[in-house]
């Protein structure tokens, strides 16, 4: 297990502690293409929560999971010296890059994603599912349709949904948090 492994269970260990709560922690790594972060990750965990009390974890519309996983991630940057601080600026003061940790020298931070019971991933496929209706139908009557405001992360796997439709792509627009997806025709010219 590598070193961030072995940090993001470390500190998952000690919220659940805190919680009262226990479960079982599997943790699955990525050294390349990654089908869970579905994406160029090196260095992308996937920490998967087992036989624990589900419900009380994601929370509603998995909000306490988005929020379990922000704390998680905030508390594994911090041991590993990767946050972000931002060196002094001004007269007499050096601009340096922020610390890094140990064997992550100019690379991005891990990747942390938190799933517990398979809530995530099922979310994932339902997401999936409607997109691709909604590409077809799109496809079919030639009229852009708008999405609901969704997450930076949900419209990164709407992109990848409708990707693989021909006649059909997605523009994102709007600013956070209303950001949202327009899946329209591909303009056959």
Avoid: C
């Amino acid at each position: 297990m590598s070193k961030p492994a072995e940090v993001i269970k470390k500190q998952l260990k000690k919220i659940l502690e805190l919680l009262g709560i226990e479960a079982e922690i599997k943790i699955e790594e990525s050294s390349g293409r990654s089908p869970f972060l579905r994406t160029e990750s090196p260095g992308g965990v996937l920490v998967k929560l087992t036989k624990t009390e589900a419900p009380l974890l994601i929370g509603a519309k998995g909000e306490t999971l988005k929020a379990l996983q922000h704390m998680l991630r905030a508390l594994v940057l911090k041991e590993l010296n990767l946050t972000k601080e931002a060196p002094p600026v001004g007269e007499g003061y050096a601009r340096k890059a922020p610390p890094v940790g140990e064997g992550y020298a100019r690379k991005a931070p891990p990747v942390i994603i938190l799933d517990i019971e398979d809530y995530r991933t099922r979310e994932e496929e339902k997401l999936k599912e409607y997109v691709k209706k909604v590409a077809l139908i799109v496809k079919e009557t030639k009229h852009a349709e708008a999405l609901m405001p969704m997450s930076s992360y949900k419209r990164r796997l709407v992109h990848l949904a409708v990707s693989e439709i021909p006649g059909v792509e997605t523009e994102s627009f709007g600013e956070e948090p209303e950001r949202r997806i327009i899946i329209k025709p591909t303009d056959s010219k």
